[in-house]
């Protein structure tokens, strides 16, 4: 099993190209079920939850294309669908597998994906995306820890109002899928409102799609009998952002962001400029951190967009670490989601967590140690740690950010980092 070794104390300087969203990349990919025609998508990262889902997609009987050039596009082609079903052995390492549910409904008129099961940050259940396609009219079975969804008569869903009582970004992008090829209407009430959603709808509305409102929490969609090919540019990841702007600010270094969104980050740039990190946009989709000399502590809650991402809560922390004075960090997000406090606290870090509250004592002098990454946003957050820890720390388990970070050691490497896998 993979390990990062990472010597701390190098402040970063340089320039680091962002890559393209994965978690927007996910549901396109999983749009491509809805036409028989090719959809070709550009700026997709290569990274392990990616290569999951074209398998995914491969497994239903859609030609996956890799082409050389550009290494970041990809072709893919369900003329037709064949076993609408997701199998457990995939869908058990990505939970974002659920997201060819909705489509494959949409398209065979009958779908079979396997339960998602426990994961670490929490129960994460995908009651909400049943009960909202039952909202638009499917039928909703399971058996053998498979869910079984089926539009009526085996035909197209009818479409409905769906009300999330919760917001859910996979479920609303699930929602979306199975609407667009509805007989009628579908009013989506309480939809998420982050930027993968707007990207998602616009790659449906290139393939033929009648959406208005992606982007608010009501989202109205004219079923159509058929959608067409489509090419679109996956926008680019600002979680993946965010993690560097961290990482510049935290090694009190110096980095340029480019090919980056600044306008998807609003609130992890706020938030970091009130710990007294200097950020600048120096150019379109450009960003420049600067480290402060001295950083204070603030506090942070978890939200929806435009919230302060739950998938930026981890790397705030290690940065809060490093601040002066107390931080307290709610996670509303998510109930399970500081498993990497206890290997910051292994490292040097003073932390108590409470239930949902995090409260964090800096700054601390961290030292490398062995530690073991949980997920893949708590992964990040270690290398983060590592990053100015003294000495040499390792991290185990490095499968978990490979999932969603495209090459991390090669990009922090370039920077100055001193880091290597073992
Ligand atoms: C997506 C992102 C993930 C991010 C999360 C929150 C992808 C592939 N993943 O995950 O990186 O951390 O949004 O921004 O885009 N819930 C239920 N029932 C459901 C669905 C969700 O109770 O049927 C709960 C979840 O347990 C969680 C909350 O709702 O507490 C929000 O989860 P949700 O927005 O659905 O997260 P994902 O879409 O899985």
Redesign the pocket.
């Known amino acids: 099993m993979d390990k990062l070794l990472i010597e701390g104390g190098t402040p970063l300087k340089g320039s680091v190209r962002i890559s393209g969203a ?2 927007a990349a ?2 396109a990919m999983a749009a491509a079920l809805l036409t028989s025609d090719r959809v070709e998508l550009e700026n997709i990262p290569r990274v392990r939850d990616i290569i999951t889902m074209g398998r995914l997609l491969a497994h239903m009987g859609a030609i996956v294309e890799t082409p050389a050039i550009p290494p970041t596009a990809m072709i893919f082609q369900a003329e037709e669908v064949n076993g609408a079903e997701a199998p457990y052995e995939l869908v058990k390492t990505m ?2 597998s659920i ?1 060819t549910l909705g489509p494959l409904v949409a398209r065979s008129g009958h779908a079979r994906v396997s339960l998602p099961g426990g994961c670490a940050i ?9 009960k909202a396609l039952e909202q638009m009219g499917a039928e909703i079975g399971m058996s053998h820890g498979y869910v079984e969804a089926r539009a009526p008569r085996g035909g197209r869903l009818p479409g409905g109002r769906v009300f999330f009582d ?6 609303t ?1 699930n929602i979306l899928m199975a609407a667009v090829l509805a007989k009628g209407e579908t009013l989506i009430e309480n939809a ?1 409102r ?1 930027p ?1 959603i707007t990207d998602l709808a616009e790659l449906l509305i290139k393939m033929g799609a009648d959406i208005e409102g992606a982007g608010t929490s009501t989202i109205r969609v004219h079923g159509k009998e058929k959608l067409h090919g489509a090419k679109h540019t996956i926008i680019p990841d600002r ?1 993946e952002a965010g993690t560097f702007l961290v990482a510049g600010a935290i090694t009190k270094g110096d980095l340029e962001l480019t090919g980056c969104a600044p306008e998807h980050l609003t609130s992890v740039i706020a938030k970091l400029r009130e710990t007294g990190v200097d950020i600048r946009e120096t150019g379109p989709g450009k960003l420049r951190v600067r480290g402060a000399k001295k950083l204070v502590a603030s506090d942070v809650i978890t939200e ?2 435009p919230g302060f ?3 930026m809560q981890a790397q705030f922390m290690a940065l809060a670490t490093q601040a002066e004075g107390t931080s307290v960090i709610t996670e509303t ?3 399970n989601r500081f498993l990497h406090a206890s290997e910051m606290i292994r490292m040097g870090a003073n932390i108590s967590v409470e239930g949902r509250r995090a409260v964090v004592h800096g700054p601390a002098t961290l030292s490398g140690s062995e530690v073991i990454a949980s997920d893949l946003r708590a992964s990040a957050s270690l290398v983060l740690a590592a990053l100015v820890a003294r000495g040499e720390t390792v991290i185990d388990r490095v499968y978990h950010i490979d999932r969603g970070y495209e090459r991390i050691e090669e990009k922090l490497a370039g920077v100055g980092a001193v880091i290597r896998r073992v």
């Open positions: 994965k978690n996910l549901p939970r974002a997201l929490g129960a994460r259940p995908v009651d909400l995306h049943l919760k917001i859910t970004v996979t479920g992008e998420a982050e993968e979680i929806e967009y991402a739950t998938d997000i998510f109930e």
